[in-house]
């Protein structure tokens, strides 16, 4: 995924926690508001100290990533999406994140038809 499509700034995160929606399951919480002016969604992760060492954070984030990726042409492209994840992403595999990411949005109608 290209640097351009991440959301790196902390002012926009804060201002996607503050004014975007929320919705979770046990691995994930999604955070995300609508940027009706963008051309393709942007995406940041947060993977907190608590989950694991350095190694099992960017696992999960590459995983992330790579969800994502592999997800691109089906998001909706004028949405900032904040994902944070939870403990259960420790153990998990690919297959697994990208499954609960793909729960998420499709719950959250992030997904085209």
């Known amino acids: 995924m290209k640097k351009a499509f991440r959301v790196k700034d902390n002012k926009e995160f ?3 926690f503050k004014s975007g929606k929320s919705f979770a399951n046990r691995q994930l ?3 995300y508001r609508e940027v009706p002016d963008q051309q393709h969604f942007r995406v940041g992760l947060s993977v907190g100290k ?13 995983y992330l990533r790579q969800g994502f990726l592999e997800l691109e ?4 492209s004028h949405y900032d999406i904040v994902i944070i994840a939870r403990r ?3 153990d ?4 697994e994140i990208k499954k609960s990411l ?3 949005l499709m719950k959250e109608r992030l997904l085209k038809k």
């Open 73 to 76: 042409e089906n998001i909706k």
């Open 92 to 95: 998990m595999e690919f297959y």
């Open 14 to 16: 804060q201002a996607i």
């Open 102 to 104: 793909t729960h998420l």
């Open 29 to 31: 919480v999604i955070y």
């Open 88 to 90: 259960p992403t420790k």
């Open 50 to 62: 608590k989950i694991g060492n350095a190694v099992t954070r960017n696992r999960i984030k590459r």
